[in-house]
């Protein structure tokens, strides 16, 4: 992975991969970069649930951000990571296909997601950097599930009840 110099008045974005597609997420939304390891499966989990990882002093529910985009199942490659991120009060896996770099790029590279994008990949889809050869779709990583859906998730960790509080 290379690290780009901060630079004043930049953007750093953490650049990462879903199959042949440039997404990216502000390097302050993710908490960790993990390696991807055998994961426990989850009888009942939605289809995007890709299962828990366990760390101590828990485990951390896995998202399989090609899947929650609307791809299909793949098996994970060895360059597979997990950015930990944190979502309304709850910790996330979110499963991607590799990360590249922390790429700085200007305010003046950003525009807004363009009109003709659906509502559920709106709600997610922050900016875009467009930079000259390459455009790469800046994602809000808060927002990948639904309150509804964080408290879903959450539930299904071990040693947590369902009626547990979600933070919004």
């Known amino acids: 992975?290379?690290?780009?110099?901060p630079a004043v008045g930049h953007n750093q974005f953490l650049v990462f991969h879903i199959d042949s597609e440039e997404f990216g997420a502000d390097v302050l939304s993710v908490v960790r970069?993990?390696?991807y390891d055998t994961l426990e499966?989850?009888?009942d989990a939605p289809e995007f649930v890709e299962g828990l990882l366990p760390l101590q002093p828990s485990s951390l529910p896995v998202i399989d951000l090609g899947k929650?985009?609307?791809g299909s199942h793949k098996?994970?490659?060895?360059?597979?990571?997990i950015l930990v991120v944190e979502a309304k009060g709850t910790r996330l896996g979110i499963l991607v296909d590799s990360v590249q770099e922390v790429l700085a790029v200007p305010d003046s590279d950003l525009a807004d997601p363009p009109g003709f994008i659906n509502d559920?990949?709106?709600n997610v889809l922050h900016c875009v950097a467009d930079l000259g050869d390459r455009l790469i779709l800046i994602l809000d990583l808060t927002r990948i599930l639904s309150s509804e859906e964080i408290a879903e998730v959450a539930a299904m960790e071990p040693?947590?009840?369902p009626t547990d509080e979600?933070?919004?």
């Open 75 to 81: 098996s994970a490659g060895p360059a597979a990571r």
């Open 120 to 122: 559920s990949a709106a």
């Open 166 to 168: 979600v933070v919004e």
């Open 159 to 161: 040693g947590r009840s």
């Open 41 to 43: 499966t989850l009888p």
């Open 68 to 70: 929650r985009f609307g």
């Open 33 to 35: 970069v993990l390696p």
């Open 1 to 5: 992975m290379r690290k780009a110099a």
